[in-house]
């Protein structure tokens, strides 16, 4: 997938589909809501350039980009207060460099096993997607 195609560079109706934009959070991340909300506080941290692997950036943006990922981990337990946050890197389909930040709470939806990418099973009205964001800015000053 080229840049000028990339959900995470361009928006639209491809990102629409499965995320909501809340900010760049930092010279190198831009964080996105993603709409399954089955693990209550899912979120996704992308490089702000179109690249596909870690490898694939220098070893100073590779250290922004994961202190990205850390203070997003950090927000989602001082806001959702999940038991254990798993991380996926996929891409895929999508090569564009990005973390699935999923929460997960114990005796709940797959906990002890890998989440599922996208199961549509709990998808939010817009007010309450508006909600989170909203709470989730409050939390990030200058985002």
């Known amino acids: 997938m080229s840049a000028e195609n990339c959900p995470y560079c361009h928006g639209g109706p491809a990102l629409a589909d499965f995320a909501i934009k809340i900010g760049d959070i930092s010279e190198y991340?831009?964080?996105y809501l993603f709409k399954e909300q089955s693990h209550p506080g899912r979120?996704?941290?992308a490089?702000?350039?179109?690249?596909?692997?870690?490898?694939?950036?220098?070893p100073e943006q590779l250290q922004g980009f994961m202190a990205d990922v850390a203070r997003i981990a950090r927000l989602i337990h001082k806001m959702f207060h999940p038991q254990k946050v798993n991380y996926g890197a996929f891409g895929d389909l999508n090569p564009h460099l990005h973390f699935h930040l999923v929460p997960k709470y114990e005796g709940q939806?797959?906990?002890g096993g890998t989440f599922q990418?996208?199961?549509?099973a709990v998808m939010?009205?817009?007010?309450?997607?508006?909600d989170m964001i909203e709470r989730i800015k409050r939390e990030l000053p200058g985002v």
Not at 117 to 120: F, G, H, K, L, V
Not at 124 to 130: A, G, I, K, R, V
């Open 29 to 31: 991340s831009s964080l």
């Open 43 to 45: 979120m996704v941290v």
């Open 47 to 58: 490089y702000r350039g179109h690249v596909s692997e870690i490898v694939d950036i220098t």
């Open 109 to 111: 939806f797959e906990w």
């Open 117 to 120: 990418m996208n199961p549509r």
């Open 124 to 130: 939010l009205s817009d007010e309450e997607y508006q």
